[in-house]
Structures are given as C-alpha cells and as structure tokens.
C-alpha cells in the first residue's frame, strides 16, 4: 500500500499571505490528523476529519482551517500567514478512530518571510 | 490534560553499545503508547506500540520498549547502536477528546552515535 502523501513538500509564503495544504492518506484509512512540528513548541496537534467531519481540534487560532473530501483526502489552510507559522506540519492517517496507530507522511516544510 | 516526557534533550553513544532512550507519561486511563523515529528531513516513522497485549514491545530495526504501569514509563533500548540509527525520537501517548484520539508528543530525544 502506499503511504500517507503531502503536497507540496516545501513551501515559501509571505506574510499575510494564505496557504492550503494537501494530505492524501492510506488507502482504506478514514482518519486523518494534521500536527504542526516546530523547534520551540515541538509536535502539536491542530485537527482531525472523519467523514469530511472535524471531530478533534487542538489549541490554534482560526486562522488555521481544514476539511475532508468524500474520498478521504484532506487539506489544511492557514490564512493571513505570519512569522511563526514556519514549522513542518506533517499529516497522519489512521484506520479510523486512532488509539490505532497514526501513520504519518512526509510533511510539507512552510517558511514565511 | 496528559503529557510525555522525555529524559535527556540529546544522548550520544557508541556505536555498538546500549541506546536506552526514558520516556514517561501522565495518564489517567490506560494508554496506548509509541515511538516514532524521525530522521532528517522526513516524517515520522512508527517504531512501535503498546496497546496493553504486553509489557515488553518489539519494534522495528532491534528496538524494544517495556510498559511499567507503577513507574508510568515506556523507555526504548536497543541493546546494540548502529550508525543508521541517529536521528530524533518521540513517545507519544493517544488519548481521546472530543470523539476522537490525538497524540501528544514528547520534546524528543535527539539520539547520535559515535563510531
């Protein structure tokens, strides 16, 4: 099976501006979370689909949206970019509930100038 | 809220010698538990899991980790380093909120081995 995948897989943004984020997961896999890996806060969780439902969200600003399709691709959106926003944020997909393992893609690399 | 913590930012070894990489969690209810390896540039990668069928997990590439309930650990040994294995480590345990499960992550362990 192939794995989770992430497009793209680096970014450059200025700031201000707005970015989307592509995660295709396992085949057959529901569940897909979004984490956003940085250097000071380390790997926090942003949000969960399931059904092209959020069902999970973590402590972020609005700024940071996301949505499911039908066919389990997901994608995450942030807006009004900022400085701090530059972080690898990795998607993970899991058969559906997770406490079954998460798998993770790639990650798209962001940096905002 | 739950949280992990991992022991020692950065451990170095020599190659060939034991990697015991500390890990401890604050859980009110069972967890499930993992590592997940992370090299440069990528994602990251399961090593293993626990999920209560054992205390003492195997993993991928001759990683093991044990499950001790009264400590709240789940520390990660190999008994032998091999260069490929530098990178940066992370427990994470999965709890549920609002319907689903999500991670929450250790700091990481930066692990370098020395030839």
């Known amino acids: 099976k192939a794995g989770v995948t992430q497009t793209p897989r680096y970014l450059i943004k200025t700031r201000g501006q707005q970015v989307t984020l592509s995660c295709s997961p396992i085949?057959?896999?529901?569940?897909v979370s979004w984490y956003q890996q940085t250097p000071g806060q380390g790997l926090q969780f942003l949000f969960e689909?399931?059904?092209?439902?959020?069902?999970n969200k973590g402590n972020f600003p609005g700024r940071f949206s996301g949505r499911q399709f039908s066919n389990s691709r997901s994608e995450m959106n942030v807006s009004t970019l900022e400085l701090g926003d530059s972080a690898l944020y990795l998607c993970?997909?899991?058969?559906?509930?997770?406490?079954?393992?998460?798998?993770f893609g790639p990650g798209t690399r962001l940096l905002v100038l | 809220a739950q949280s992990v913590t991992q022991l020692g930012s950065h451990v170095s070894v020599s190659e060939g010698a034991l990697v015991l990489l500390r890990c401890n969690y604050s859980?009110?209810?069972?967890?499930?538990l993992f590592w997940y390896v992370q090299y440069p540039n990528q994602g990251l990668q399961l090593l293993l899991k626990?999920?209560?069928?054992?205390?003492l997990v195997k993993g991928i590439n001759g990683f093991e980790a044990e499950f001790k309930k009264s400590e709240t650990s789940f520390h990660l040994t190999k008994p032998s380093a091999h260069m490929s294995d530098a990178a940066e480590y992370f427990c994470?345990?999965?709890?549920?909120?609002?319907?689903?499960?999500?991670?929450?992550f250790g700091k990481g362990t930066k692990l370098s081995v020395i030839p």
């Open positions: 994470a345990v999965s709890h549920s909120g609002a319907g689903s499960y999500q991670l929450t």
């Open positions: 859980s009110s209810v069972p967890p499930y």
């Open positions: 993970a997909s899991s058969p559906d509930r997770g406490g079954e393992t998460q798998y």
């Open positions: 626990y999920t209560s069928a054992a205390t």
């Open positions: 689909y399931f059904s092209e439902t959020q069902r």
């Open positions: 085949s057959g896999h529901r569940s």
